[in-house]
DNA sequence: CTCGGTCTGGAAAGCGCTTTCCCATCGATC
DNA sequence: GATCGATGGGAAAGCGCTTTCCAGACCGAG
């Protein structure tokens, strides 16, 4: 015989008191803890009743009673990008740990949705929001999304971003740069000389770093990427391989490309495939993307430790924020594999 | 000269009806939609005001007001899996379509999480709850999320879920079983006769309908698949490589494998390929990941439009609840590739 | 003019919680 | 035996909104 009050059709802190034969007060201490205490047999009492009411606090009138919510905003470029997924995993995970509910949003790479998305969670007062995506050199966007997340600092929520170390917030950086010099000096190193690049979208930072990490690390060794064997397109699978054609079409002989990230190598490697090509030109793509360590020949690639990275991320949001922005560094690691076999010097 | 309410450090909506002079129930009105109307230049007036003063509406407190809030819940086993996060990214561009929020959790193949999960979404009273994860054979467990789904439900949720049709709620029915017995039927059709399956986890309903379905398919051209060649383990790569060694080790002349998902499948090519044995036995997969339609040889496999599902769920959720459980099946379609280039008769 | 009706703004009553007061009780203290 | 400090229960005041309900203004009809 439950009674319910009617209304709203949710079982409510007020069903719980009554049935419990206590005041509202009490019911709130008992359950949903508070430092006050509460003698253990009627603790006990209102524990029954809830259980038998099947009684779950309603967590939106908790957070606008308390003024704070134990939900934390994480706004990715595109959640099937395992790019993203894996950050994600990270993220979910240490959030759970933490008692945390985690919202996730894509942005499709539209930097607007990022500011909308950002007033959204400022919105629900969310504790925190965490934000993984490369930033465009679109210095208009930018700058709203610096003022939007201002205003959510200021609202108390606190905010962490990965990748680029753009704005005055806590940020996980991830050494795109140094990570693509390492890795150009170790495909020098393997006796490649000619080489072009797959290298993403023009506007995308993480891109840029990585063409322009690569071409420092070549030119360690005296070696030069020719402009023309700089071919810019998307930063996904039909980029790299449209790209890929593209480069072949204008200078067939490059002896090694790099991709500006595995997903591309993939498309990449595909087209050289298409042309007969896969056991020629020698390929590197950049991540280490755990779901693509299978493919044949094996990438080599500089590994990120992604799902670190978003767990980072997190627990950068879960400390009192410093006077100064925190930064944390993440390298990558040069991955050599079947990919890159290197020349024999001829 | 922003006046803040200084206490919490969020601008709300008094200080906005204070700034614009009129009421609060007007500068609700105004902002955040009614049945009534307000006149355009007291809008004007108010609109201006939350424009200077940044006020975003604490969405929190509106879903207390109001009884209902705009957030969903998705239910994922592992987001890192490119199968879920597929299914995610369907689910969130029609959330977004329609001004929802989503919320993710991924409950790492723990049936319990998913009843954890679910009890904190009736907590925050979100609109609509998602769960897209293989049920297990787990009675218990299932009964538990079942009655927890009821209690969502009686609040006012709505409840979709991904997989098979376990649970008198809306379901999205994946056809694991026609898929399956579809596949078997084709690769029995290209001359194989001798046939092991990696089987994945015994209490996993998707593997379970896969074998089940796809030893019928084989039934039907009298082929049958012997028990020592149905290895069981993990639902992942390496459960794939390990059984496809398992495999190996047991009757080694098998001529064609089927490994329930692709992840797996992409592991038993591993396995066959550290023992040279690539091209020489045929694999098939099922689901057609994205991430993996380049690897070598291409893979057959059973396709599933993940993404479609995804939003197939969302779309059953926004619906107002009909008087039965509303079923949509979604079939797969059956995509031969390189691995299974089909035996040449001799 | 007066009367019902339509607009539109404001006061106030919620929504379901938490938390501050207030007060009764009780054992310990002098 | 009066006093004091804990202890723990309840009433009520918020939290930031939405949504009644009420009242004044304005309109055309009679």
Request: hydrophobic fraction near 45%.
């Amino acid at each position: 015989m439950r009674t319910m009050s009617a209304k709203r059709g949710a079982v409510t802190l007020e069903d719980v008191a009554r049935e419990a034969g206590v005041s509202l007060a009490t019911a709130s201490r008992a359950i949903n803890g508070s430092a006050r205490t509460v003698r253990p047999e009627i603790r006990e009492r209102v524990e029954r009743a809830a259980r038998a009411l099947n009684y779950t606090a309603n967590a939106q009138a908790q957070a606008v009673a308390r003024g704070r919510t134990n939900l934390v905003g994480l706004v990715v470029q595109d959640i099937e990008d395992p790019y993203f997924s894996s950050i994600a995993a990270g993220a979910m995970r240490m959030a759970e740990a933490n008692g945390l509910m985690v919202s996730i949003a894509g942005t499709g790479r539209r930097p607007d949705k990022e500011v909308e998305y950002a007033a959204a969670m400022r919105g629900l007062r969310a504790a925190a929001i965490v934000i993984a995506g490369s930033r465009t050199d679109d210095r208009d966007a930018l700058d709203r999304l610096g003022a939007e997340l201002d205003a959510f600092e200021r609202s108390g929520g606190r905010v962490a971003l990965i990748g680029q170390r753009r704005l005055p917030v806590d940020t996980v950086v991830v050494a795109n740069r140094a990570g693509a010099r390492d890795l150009g000096v170790r495909l020098a190193g393997l006796g490649y000389r000619s080489f072009g690049v797959l290298a993403g979208p023009r506007d995308l930072l993480t891109a840029a770093d990585r063409l322009a990490g690569f071409t420092e690390g070549l030119a360690a060794s005296d070696v030069v990427v020719p402009p023309e064997a700089v071919v810019h397109g998307e930063f996904d699978r039909d980029g790299g391989h449209d790209a890929m054609l593209d480069l072949l079409a204008g200078r067939g002989e490059v002896e090694c490309v790099f991709a500006v990230n595995d997903v591309m190598a993939v498309g990449a490697l595909a087209a050289l495939r298409s042309r007969g090509l896969e056991r020629t030109v020698a390929v590197a793509g950049f991540d280490d993307i755990t779901t693509l360590r299978d493919v044949t020949p094996a990438l080599t690639t500089v590994r990120l430790p992604l799902v670190e990275i978003g767990e980072a991320a997190l627990e950068m949001v879960l400390q009192e924020p410093a006077d100064r922005p925190r930064r944390r560094l993440v390298r990558g690691e040069v991955v050599l594999r079947e990919s890159t076999p290197g020349m024999r010097h001829g």
